[in-house]
């Protein structure tokens, strides 16, 4: 009785999470649909943010691509450090250094969006300027550190404050999958005479693989839709552009936080319309992810 209740209880949570993620899409795109109709632009092609001008004409392509951008280059920032994090705190380090260590990367990720906000606003941002200035002196002949002005409100700054945001998730993710790898394995790859490097490349990493990388989606993730922290750090400014040194850029959490309190009807639905786009990102990221980690049975 107890395993059957318990089946029934856990069915029940799977099927209402389903209607509660489907609710939410039909409550967007109920609000998104007058909007859309007004529009005068490609919605998905245009880089034009006007939804309460005498025609509406917005789209979401500048806010899909600083948006992807920006998380993509927190990703490739916090992934190895991250990933080497967990295999210290797992593998080398004392064990009550251990406990301590992962407790403290855990709490990084309690920490408010407005803190970190905060900090990279009067902390982070005064700093980036100078290292923008040295990227763009010394490495402007690379396309991304080009450009014709440079400052620290960028995508670059943006980046580094999500990496560090999404750090303690992948970090937490990946120490666990770590710590779950057979001790037979890691014995025998030390009874051949491995050294602790070649247990890890050998025995550990190749276990861990599809957990690394579902950890890493789940960062993306989210990266993909932190709201607050980004709308403080990031001098918004209208066009497409590949020099993450240049003050400017938006995302869809960004241009949500600082324009809703100030739009009109048909301003509000397209910010909607907006929202549902970066909901279906978040929602293939999450499925991408846990995909992944179906392939391998020792994690399904």
């Not at 593998?91 to 992962?102: I, M, N």
């Not at 989606?217 to 709201?227: D, I, K, P, S, V």
């Not at 938006?250 to 739009?263: C, Q, V």
């Amino acid at each position: 009785m107890g395993d059957r209740l318990f089946g029934i209880s856990a069915r029940g949570s799977g099927i209402l999470l389903l209607l509660i993620i489907a609710a939410i899409a039909v409550f967007l795109i109920a609000k998104a649909v007058p909007a859309l109709k007004a529009d005068k632009a490609n919605f998905l092609t245009s880089q034009a943010w006007n939804p309460d001008a005498a025609e509406p004409r917005f789209g979401i392509l500048q806010l899909a691509f600083g948006t992807l951008l920006s998380s993509l280059i927190a990703l490739i920032l916090a992934t190895p450090v991250a990933i080497g994090i967990a295999l210290f705190i797992a593998f080398y380090s004392p064990r009550r250094l251990a406990s301590g260590l992962g407790y403290v990367v855990d709490l990084l990720a309690a920490v408010p969006s407005v803190v970190y906000g905060l900090w990279g606003l009067q902390f982070f941002v005064p700093k980036m300027a100078s290292v923008a200035d040295f990227l763009h002196d010394d490495f402007g002949w690379i396309p991304l550190f080009g450009g014709d002005s440079v400052g620290g409100q960028s995508i670059l700054t943006a980046s580094i404050v999500l990496a560090i945001m999404i750090l303690p998730i992948i970090s937490s993710i990946s120490r666990e999958v770590f710590l779950q790898v057979p001790q037979p394995n890691v014995e025998a790859a030390l009874a051949l005479g491995a050294t602790r490097w070649e247990v890890i490349r050998m025995a550990v990493l190749p276990f861990g693989r599809s957990g690394m990388v579902s950890a890493a989606m789940l960062g993306l993730g989210r990266a993909l839709g932190e709201t607050i922290a980004v709308a403080m750090v990031l001098s918004t400014a209208a066009g497409i552009s590949l020099r993450i040194l240049k003050p400017g850029g938006n995302t869809f959490a960004a241009n949500i936080a600082n324009t809703f309190g100030m739009a009109g009807n048909t301003g509000r639905g397209a910010l909607i319309a907006s929202g549902l786009v970066l909901f279906v990102i978040t929602l293939v990221v999450n499925m991408l992810a846990r995909a992944i980690v179906a392939r391998r049975k020792e994690f399904v």
